[in-house]
């Protein structure tokens, strides 16, 4: 009797739904796309017997790279800082955002379940995420963060994290294979009739391999489909050439396999252009771009075009941020933070300027002249915002205000922008339970789908800081609705087989002498009497069947884990750290190209060629670095534990005293 969960793709999404399937009672089978795990980019189950198992197909997910937070209303961090918010008020502004294409019951479980998973993520992972900021298109502060590290990578690195070291301490619940890639859905029936039962998948030497059981799509969005079946060429020709800041795996896989199995799509028009794309000065017209988070502008960023002119509310909506900076026309265009605002933020800052991205000035002075502007222009543009603050009448429609005032005497961190592809409202139709819905307009039984592949949810417009929201919520949702349907699914086999055994059965109960009589009539055989029962509660023999007392267990609950814990078994069980001898700074700096490169981390010397190609970060992430200390860098964005954990074999010495 088959009891598989297959979970596709390893962002957010898929890893919210594997511990909740977990939760449940089941077991995980992980299939990990890639060679490593993503990780290198970052820093009590139910009383039925279900022995089930959970495959987690990965493919290098974009929640590592949400630098906002997650949204949530209620919550406890709301409540210590004394902010009045509420899952009705987050429905109206997500309605809002989302216009003619609200879909109240899906925005309702979003909304709705906001809370939980804020409090979901610290209580079971250990998550700090106590910073709350307010974002554009938001009435109340509620996006939540820590204070260090991109969020979206924190909050996705301590699920991934776990979920290995249970493969280490519970290896009959959790298993992890590497370089599966899922290529379709299995089906069973037609019509009405057809559900989905299974995924082919290719190891690592290419070879198909059949896995059988209910499936989860947690795939991603195709803001990066630049493919011959390119959707973003199929429903938006006009934002073809369109920078993007996905990565190269969100080319819409999981759409296709359900459209071609007949699921049904929607909104697929609906293609979110962010507003502020990072544009690197030593390569503007780079296809892939960093994204400005939008908690830059949220802690008092102002958008400035070549003429030092403001043009927008800068916390309005991304559609409307975006339709402005097009109008305007005056490129390019900056985002600029004032010293407190640079302070607010200030990992964020650091990251960028490492990067190269973001440039830091000591005066407004020397910002005018980067502008190209006499600075008595940039001092009116400041002075008049100024006034617009303290009197909340900005011609723009602003209202919020932060980190006031600005003055020329102040030091600044700057970035150019541009508008790029950002995130796909657009994908698999689903229902308020995660179902995926086929043609027919019914649900495709076995078939659910949470995150970005999933359509619906936005609407016309995501507000920031819900994408994280909606891969943990649905993803949650997800686990929850296939263990049911799993559990259900092996009832009614087991009451099937009962059924083909026993042709009929009649009971008679005498209240006089508390007794039950069963006759009962076995396949082959004639009729036949029970022995009567003592009282009612007594088992009868057909409660003792071989039929129903030859199922499974229910699965041992898995062992708590640590979440404060520094070491892990996979640390400990990995291959010891070469120490191949000592080098100095100028030696290592030699080692400078794509085809040889090597970095210096926390004294460590690292060989990384090899890794290049599989960095999730992408390659040129490592080469700004190469042949020189990454370790202020490295640390910003990873935990101490992934080095020894993840790339042992990388260390070949150290730096040399």
């Not at 079946?229 to 359900?258: C, V, W």
């Not at 961190?413 to 698999?428: F, S």
């Not at 898995?558 to 010891?576: E, H």
Request: proline share 5%; charged share 25%; net charge neutral.
């Amino acid at each position: 009797m088959n009891s598989q969960v297959i979970v596709v793709g390893g962002g957010l999404a898929g890893l919210s739904a594997a511990h909740t399937l977990l939760e449940r009672g089941a077991s995980v089978l992980l299939l990990d796309k890639n060679r490593r795990v993503r990780a290198l980019y970052l820093r009590g189950p139910l009383n039925f017997e279900l022995t089930s198992l959970v495959s987690v197909v990965f493919s290098a997910g974009n929640s590592t790279k949400a630098t906002s937070g997650i949204n949530g209303a209620g919550t406890q961090p709301q409540q210590d800082l004394g902010i009045r918010d509420s899952a009705k008020i987050f429905f109206e502004d997500t309605k809002a955002s989302a216009k003619d294409l609200a879909r109240d019951d899906l925005i309702k479980v979003l909304t709705g379940r906001s809370g939980d998973a804020v409090t979901w993520l610290q209580e079971k992972f250990g998550l700090d995420l106590s910073k709350v900021a307010r974002l554009g298109g938001h009435s109340q502060p509620r996006t939540h963060r820590g204070d260090a590290q991109f969020p979206g990578m924190v909050i996705t690195y301590a699920q991934l994290e776990r979920l290995e070291d249970l493969a280490e301490s519970s290896p009959d619940r959790v298993q992890i294979k590497k370089k599966a890639n899922v290529t379709s859905l299995l089906t069973e029936g037609e019509g009405d009739a057809k559900k989905v039962i299974g995924v082919e998948y290719k190891d690592s030497k290419g070879e198909a391999h059949k896995a059988y059981g209910p499936v989860i799509l947690a795939t991603g969005g195709y803001a990066a489909d630049f493919t011959e079946s390119s959707f973003i060429k199929q429903y938006r020709p006009e934002l073809y050439d369109l920078p993007t800041t996905n990565g190269d795996h969100s080319t819409g896989d999981g759409h296709k396999m359900a459209i071609n199995i007949g699921s049904r799509a929607i909104d697929m028009e609906k293609i979110q252009v962010h507003p502020t794309g990072l544009v690197d000065p030593k390569d503007p017209d780079a296809k892939v771009k960093f994204l400005a988070a939008e908690a830059l502008r949220g802690v008092g960023g102002l958008l400035l075009d070549n003429q030092g002119q403001r043009f927008c509310d800068e916390l309005g909506r991304r559609d409307y941020v975006t339709g402005e900076i097009w109008k305007n026309g005056k490129y390019p265009i900056r985002l600029v933070l004032n010293g407190k605002a640079s302070t607010e933020i200030e990992w964020h800052c650091k990251h960028y300027v490492g990067r190269g991205l973001m440039k830091r000035f000591e005066s407004g002075e020397a910002l005018a002249k980067e502008i190209g502007i006499k600075p008595e222009v940039l001092k009116k543009t400041f002075d008049t915002y100024n006034k617009i603050a303290e009197k909340k009448n900005d011609p723009f429609g602003k209202k919020f205000f932060h980190n006031l005032p600005l003055k020329m005497d102040d030091f600044f961190h700057v970035a150019i922008m541009t508008p790029v592809l950002h995130y796909t409202m657009g994908g698999l139709e689903i229902d308020p339970a995660s179902r995926v819905i086929g043609q027919a307009g019914k649900a495709i039984p076995g078939l659910y789908a949470g995150g970005e592949v999933a359509g619906g949810v936005h609407g016309a417009n995501r507000l920031g800081g819900s994408s994280l929201l909606g891969c943990v919520v649905f993803g949650r949702v997800c686990g929850d609705t296939a263990a049911s349907y799993l559990l259900q699914t092996r009832a009614t086999e087991r009451l099937g087989n009962v059924a083909g055994h026993l042709l009929e059965t009649k009971v008679k109960i005498n209240p006089n002498t508390s007794t039950v009589n069963l006759e009962f009539s076995w396949a082959g055989q004639q009729s036949g009497s029970a022995p009567s029962s003592s009282s009612p509660s007594t088992s009868s023999p057909a409660a003792s069947s071989p039929s129903s007392s030859s199922s499974q267990a229910a699965p041992a609950p898995l062992p708590a884990a640590d979440a404060s814990k520094t070491d892990s078994p996979a640390s400990s069980a990995g291959a010891p750290a070469k120490k191949g001898g000592q080098y100095t700074k100028e030696e290592v700096a030699k080692h400078n190209t794509k085809d040889d490169c090597w970095v210096i981390v926390d004294g460590q010397v690292l060989d990384v060629t090899s890794f290049l190609s599989e960095h999730p970060g992408g390659e040129k992430a490592i080469l700004l670095y190469a042949g020189k200390d990454a370790t202020e860098e490295f640390n910003m964005l990873h935990d101490p534990k992934v080095i020894p954990r993840y790339a042992p074999d990388s260390v070949i010495g150290t730096i040399k005293q």
